[in-house]
């Protein structure tokens, strides 16, 4: 199993943890600092692979995720975004695939 599908799996499996609302405020602490490193590693992947519109997809989440400058929204709006988050490193999975792969 390569690097980016681990990541991949792990983020989704962490975005989606986070939907219900039963964690302490450090679990969407950690969450912000685990997407947006995997995030920006995706984007590296996604430039580094020719597959310009994923490597700007997941420089976008990066910033969104970013734990140092935090973006506050509503836990509605947060559960719409991690969903679809979700999704994307699902899909990652099958589109950012190396050559090797």
């Known amino acids: 199993m390569s690097i980016h599908i681990l990541i991949s799996i792990v983020s989704v499996i962490m975005l989606l943890l986070a939907i219900p609302p039963i ?3 450090g679990y969407y602490t950690f969450l ?3 997407i947006c490193a ?3 590693y995706m984007a590296y ?3 580094d ?3 310009e519109g994923w490597g700007w997809i997941f420089g976008i989440i990066a ?3 970013n734990p140092l400058v935090p973006i506050y929204l509503t ?3 947060w559960v719409v975004i991690d969903v679809i988050v979700a999704g994307v490193f699902l899909v990652s999975i099958f589109t950012l695939k ?3 792969e």
């Open 45 to 47: 992947l996604g430039f």
């Open 32 to 34: 912000r600092v685990v």
């Open 49 to 51: 692979r020719g597959k």
């Open 75 to 77: 836990k509605e709006i």
């Open 98 to 100: 190396s050559r090797e």
């Open 63 to 65: 910033v969104l995720f």
């Open 38 to 40: 995997s995030s920006a």
């Open 23 to 25: 964690w302490p405020y």
